[in-house]
């Protein structure tokens, strides 16, 4: 799966959602759409209809699989491509995530100039 236009990008770090943005938006191309917490995440992936979700790991009140898990519940985003980004990137971590049905992990800090390319390198493989 390599069309991918539409990213929703889930980060409760301000600082590090800005960077983002710029980086899907400006240098990737995306269209995008953003939040900070997994609850905002379930309300937009329903009128946004994501191509993929970004979604961070460690957030207050609903992590990233916890998220994950709720957005699986949806019909809109029951097969939607999720990846992951984190600072916890151990070979078992890693592994963690993809068995909770993550296509792959971005490890942080990401590199703004390379991340589009990354995701789409991700997503060419799937």
Not at 28 to 51: M, R
Not at 58 to 83: C, F, H, N, W, Y
């Amino acid at each position: 799966m390599s069309n991918v236009n539409k990213i929703l990008y889930v980060e409760d770090e301000p600082d590090i959602r800005a960077i983002a943005e710029i980086a899907l938006r400006d240098i990737g191309g995306f269209t995008l759409d953003s939040c900070s917490s997994g609850a905002q995440a379930i309300e937009k992936a329903v009128g946004f209809e994501p191509d993929l979700i970004l979604l961070d790991v460690m957030m207050p009140s609903m992590d990233g699989p916890k998220t994950l898990e709720e957005l699986r519940k949806l019909d809109i985003t029951a097969t939607t491509p999720v990846i992951f980004m984190t600072a916890k990137v151990q070979p078992q971590e890693i592994e963690y995530y993809k068995s909770l049905g993550a296509v792959d992990v971005i490890s942080k800090p990401f590199d703004p100039i390379t991340l589009a390319q990354e995701i789409r390198d991700i997503m060419a493989r799937l």
